[in-house]
């Protein structure tokens, strides 16, 4: 058999190469065809129609149910939008005198509700404007019904597949830690988007950004995934196929290289040592974090407890889960960043309008959904709190952009002490609370900051996609994205300083602590904790390892004196080749 051996390139987002065979997972958007009816079969369309709506009613009703009974009433509103949106007698009149036209059902649903859609659109007010979403999602769901039609299950995988999708969202990933998966490939998303972070968790190569690959593709085909250069290839020839055998047997050895790393101290030729931390987003990584070598989890994703299932974390959940992370580290520092939802990380949970919003990235995320949902904020601190005692736990603060939040903040976790207190449960008192900066507005005031809080740890996923405009998960713009850029170096320099007058540390857990590329100017800034995807530790420590402060020092000199990329990555070439 002729093989094509075709080669698309995308964004590196996870390194490794990987042979497999592809596993489309597919979206919710359904092929609908236009079919003329007539006859009896008007009668039967009309029934099928009717059907689907009363089991999307049932649907919904059960929906409204859970809602209510997870997140009370306010947050039932949803399902109620839902319900009478379905009831609505225009749009189905709209259907049925489709149907009676002659054409078939589906078509009609598609057809009402484009047009349906399309006068949202035209609406002044944003809030009516958007409830064009909750149109679709209902139509959604009766095409589901009509078509009897049940989303493909990742139960499917096998050990060789290789993800190939337009998107793989927080919701898509949550449970795939325990499936076997070679690697990943999708059409959207940029090197710190969630499939590149889930991806380095899991250790598989992944490339993003690959646009359209979702219809160059079919179930089952072989197909490559050369994390290291972003490509994929796909159909692959017998030479291609043996040149990466080879290459997956030179990584192997260098992971295996690279593990004697481990229980070694990250520290310069010139005697500065540092902490070099791991990135979770559940218990079950610390396993892999200790494996590595980490000293610290340096950031604990926390909102994936609440992505993970329908119902609404509680205090004890939340406790269990901190204390299981903390004792497993125990003597090591567990930084537990409060929850981070909204933008691209939405929850199952139907929280108000995450994401719904027309900017998720400055909409109501992070520490803002929790400032104005106090209660489900304490309730993780409770149980935050309680964990404490199990370990060195601290907290953080995500998404801070003004030190009125920092306080705010800071007083409802003052009221879960009280409450704990009153509840005789045990917490240490002296917990440190400390702040991302991740927010340009923070970055430039964290001298004022650093007075307010304990540490410091930097976000650079979000810091660039903010203070460059660049969307941390389009494609498209992916080539803007640049850590290195001289306004980047210059926050990055102002933040660390700042934290360091005010004699408070200061870590970094966003993707660029992770990058060996950066290891030297990151040190060269004083830096004084890394936080990673724990398989990166090793590739770090060894770059530390072999460098002094002094050199690391004078590199960042050099780079501020730069005035453009241009300059700054003739200057990188120069040190790394030297
Ligand atoms: C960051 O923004 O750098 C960060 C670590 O947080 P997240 O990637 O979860 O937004
Ligand atoms: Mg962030």
Redesign the pocket.
């Known amino acids: 058999m002729k093989q094509n051996n075709i080669i698309l390139n995308g964004i590196a987002a996870s390194s490794g190469v990987a042979i497999g065979k592809v596993f489309v997972l597919e979206e919710d958007d359904f092929l609908v065809i236009k079919k003329e009816i007539s006859g009896s079969h008007i009668k039967q369309e009309l029934a099928r129609l009717k059907d689907a709506i009363e089991k999307t009613k049932v649907e919904l009703e059960e929906d409204q149910k859970e809602l209510n009974k997870v997140l009370g009433e306010n947050y039932a509103k949803i399902a109620d939008a839902h319900l009478l949106i379905l009831n609505d007698p225009m749009i189905k009149n709209e259907i049925e005198k489709m149907i009676n036209k002659g054409t078939n059902a589906e078509y009609a649903v598609h057809k009402v509700v484009e047009n349906f859609s399309k006068t949202f659109d035209l609406i002044d007010n944003e809030y009516f404007r958007e409830r064009k979403h909750d149109l679709l999602d209902v139509a959604k769901k009766i095409m589901r019904n009509l078509l009897g039609k049940t989303k493909k299950s990742l139960a499917d995988l096998d050990e060789d597949s290789i993800i190939v999708a337009k998107n793989l969202t927080p919701a898509d990933t949550v449970n795939m830690k325990e499936v076997m998966v070679k690697g990943f490939v999708t059409e959207i998303g940029g090197k710190?988007s969630h499939t590149a972070?889930v991806a380095q968790s899991l250790e598989i190569p992944a490339v993003v950004g690959l646009k359209d690959i979702t219809y160059k593709v079919k179930q089952e085909m072989p197909i490559i995934v050369d994390g290291n250069l972003g490509l994929v290839i796909l159909d692959p020839s017998k030479e291609t196929i043996e040149n990466y055998k080879r290459e997956y047997e030179i990584q192997i050895s260098n992971k295996k290289e690279l593990e004697k790393f481990k229980d070694l101290p990250a520290v310069t030729t010139d005697g500065r040592e540092v902490i070099l931390g791991a990135?979770i987003e559940n218990p079950e990584e610390v396993r892999a974090a200790l494996r590595h070598g980490a000293n610290a989890i340096g950031?604990y994703?926390s909102e994936f407890m609440y992505m993970s299932k329908k119902t609404m974390p509680t205090e004890e959940e939340h406790y269990q889960n901190y204390s299981k992370v903390a004792k497993m580290m125990m003597p090591y520092e567990v930084i537990i960043?409060t929850m981070?939802l909204g933008?691209d990380?939405i929850s199952r949970l139907g929280l108000m309008n995450i994401g719904r919003e027309a900017n998720p990235f400055m909409g109501l995320r992070a520490i803002r959904f929790c400032l104005k949902y106090p209660d489900i904020f304490k309730a993780q601190l409770k149980g935050i709190l309680r964990a404490s005692v199990h370990g060195n736990i601290k907290i953080m603060y995500?998404m801070i952009s003004r030190i009125s939040e920092i306080k705010e903040a800071n007083k409802i976790l003052e009221q879960a002490k009280e409450e704990l207190k009153k509840e005789g449960k045990k917490f240490r008192d002296d917990i440190e609370v400390g702040v991302?900066i991740?927010v340009p507005s923070a970055a430039v005031i964290s001298d004022i900051i650093a007075k307010e809080v304990d540490f410091l740890s930097?976000?650079?996923?979000?810091?660039i996609?903010y203070t460059m405009a660049v969307d941390r998960v389009n494609a498209d713009v992916a080539h803007l994205y640049t850590p290195m850029h001289p306004a980047i170096l210059r926050l990055l320099k102002n933040i660390i300083d700042s934290a360091h007058a005010a004699g408070k540390n200061v870590g970094m857990?966003?993707?660029m602590a992770g990058d060996p590329l950066y290891t030297a100017i990151l040190l060269g800034l004083g830096l004084d904790e890394f936080s990673m995807s724990a398989g990166q530790i090793p590739k770090v420590k060894k770059i530390i390892r072999s460098i002094s402060k002094a050199e690391s020092k004078k590199l960042v000199e050099q780079l501020f004196k730069c005035t453009n990329m241009q300059e700054i990555n003739i200057t990188m070439k120069k040190f790394k080749y030297r």
Do not use: A, F
Request: proline fraction near 5%; charge should be negative; glycine fraction near 14%.
């Open positions: 710190t972070l990135n950031l994703r960043r981070d933008g990380k995500p991302m991740e930097i976000g650079t996923n979000d810091l996609q857990c966003g993707e």
